[in-house]
T-cell receptor
Framework: DSGVTQTPKHLITATGQRVTLRCSPR?????VYWYQQSLDQGLQFLIQ???????AKGNILERFSAQQFPDLHSELNLSSLELGDSALYFC??????????FGQGTRLTVV | DAKTTQPNSMESNEEEPVHLPCNHS???????IHWYRQLPSQGPEYVIH???SNVNNRMASLAIAEDRKSSTLILHRATLRDAAVYYC???????????????FGSGTRLQVQP
């Protein structure tokens, strides 16, 4: 158990819909990272928050957004969903530079 | 960002040592070498990291070439549970603490035969 909790574990939704994925980082970790893993793209970095502020952006689509709340949990919002958004979405957290801890992921299926 | 190159796949037998290579010829002096692995249906997990000297922990050893242009992750006795994708990642320790996302390549898929 990494200490990073992601909910829900599985999500099935229709094209055009909007979903919210939630991540609770390890206690005390200030950084939260979101990654997308699809079969043909591997693990792609989406966005990072540090102590409530956006710090780095990767390959995140404009239809996607995220935020980190004062209690440090984070949410990833995906809207106008397309079939190609079906993927595993991972959240990771870290406090220092030694290691990042990943959650078990949310499997999103868009039908 | 400096790039890493790893073989797509490797095979090993159970209880034998495994040497997973990584080339990073454009590594900078401030890049740490990190290894993560991803077991089937799980999120990536940290394995080990180092800068210049060889490193050991309970999971593995990391051997870093003297010129730092390559490194090798060593699993001393492979088990079936070690079957995973292993990622070699460079991380610049001088970058602002709040900006150090890990950039994953395609990694090496390790198969362990019983």
């Amino acid at each position: 158990d990494s200490g990073v909790t992601q909910t829900p574990k599985h999500l099935i939704t229709a094209t055009g819909q909007r979903v919210t994925l939630r991540c609770s980082p390890r206690s005390g970790d200030l950084s939260v990272y979101w990654y997308q893993q699809s079969l043909d793209q591997g693990l792609q970095f989406l966005i990072q928050y540090y102590n409530g502020e956006e710090r780095a952006k990767g390959n995140i689509l404009e239809r996607f957004s995220a935020q980190q709340f004062p209690d440090l949990h984070s949410e990833l919002n995906l809207s106008s969903l397309e079939l190609g958004d079906s993927a595993l979405y991972f959240c990771a957290s870290s406090v220092a530079e030694d290691e990042a801890f990943f959650g078990q992921g949310t499997r999103l299926t868009v039908v | 960002d400096a790039k890493t190159t790893q073989p797509n796949s490797m095979e090993s037998n159970e209880e034998e040592p495994v040497h997973l290579p990584c080339n990073h010829s454009t590594i900078s002096g401030t890049d740490y070498i990190h290894w993560y692995r991803q077991l089937p249906s799980q999120g990536p997990e940290y394995v080990i990291h180092g800068l210049t000297s060889n490193v050991n922990n309970r999971m593995a050893s990391l051997a870093i070439a003297e010129d730092r242009k390559s490194s090798t992750l060593i699993l001393h006795r492979a088990t079936l549970r070690d079957a995973a994708v292993y990622y070699c990642i460079l991380r610049d320790f001088l970058q602002d603490t709040g900006r150090r996302a890990l950039t994953f390549g395609s990694g090496t898929r390790l198969q362990v035969q019983p």
